[in-house]
């Protein structure tokens, strides 16, 4: 079970990562239909790639490191800004308006960034589980056993009264007359 989930996550990551790739096509034949089209397959490509990766951070990361993992996994995101800015520098230069040529070389090199990425997720490796023996030792967030109140009961009378606290507050009473009066 567990070789059939990595494999689905990673097909996951593979499959989102691709999206991307549309949209750079599209700027081979720059029409509203075509941008529209590549934006919405980009859209549900990038749905499955941030559940997975963000999943396996969460499995990958222990509350203490969880900072400083969302931090590298937000930098290598970003990245992807600064290498297409440099294509875009490189390539447009200080044209004002480009050119067929010049706007073919630039979704060439878009394209051909967005495909090494895609081969680049197919071979990534999954690290090894941390260890989830001992109580005491740094577990990994998603299977950290969560400690419960011994009264569950208690538990949701407590969170009831803290979400009722707020009905009787001005702000709340402003927002109902504001959407009494829509």
């Known amino acids: 079970k567990q070789w059939y989930q990595r494999r689905v996550r990673g097909l996951s990551l593979v499959l989102g990562s691709m999206c991307s790739i549309p949209i750079t096509l599209a700027l081979f034949q720059p029409y509203n239909f075509t941008i529209y089209i590549g934006q919405a397959i980009n859209g549900i ?3 499955f790639s941030r559940a997975v990766s963000l999943q396996f951070l969460s499995e990958n990361s222990t509350k203490e490191k969880m900072a400083k993992n969302s931090g590298i996994h937000w930098m290598i995101f970003m ?4 290498f297409g800015n440099t294509v875009l520098y490189f390539g447009i230069g200080d044209q004002k ?4 040529q010049t706007r073919r070389v630039v979704a ?4 051909a960034m967005c495909v090494t990425g895609c081969v680049l997720y197919c071979f990534t490796v999954t690290p090894p589980p941390l260890p989830l023996e001992d109580e005491d030792e740094e577990q990994p967030l998603l299977t950290k056993k969560a ?3 011994s009264s569950v009961s208690g538990a ?3 969170s009831s009264d803290e979400a009722t606290a707020v009905i009787p507050t001005s702000d709340m009473t402003l927002l109902e007359q504001l959407k009494s009066s829509l």
């Open 45 to 47: 490509g990038n749905a």
């Open 79 to 82: 990245s992807c800004i600064l």
């Open 97 to 100: 308006f480009l050119d067929d």
């Open 108 to 111: 060439g090199a878009l394209t």
């Open 147 to 149: 400690s419960v109140c």
């Open 156 to 158: 949701s009378s407590e």
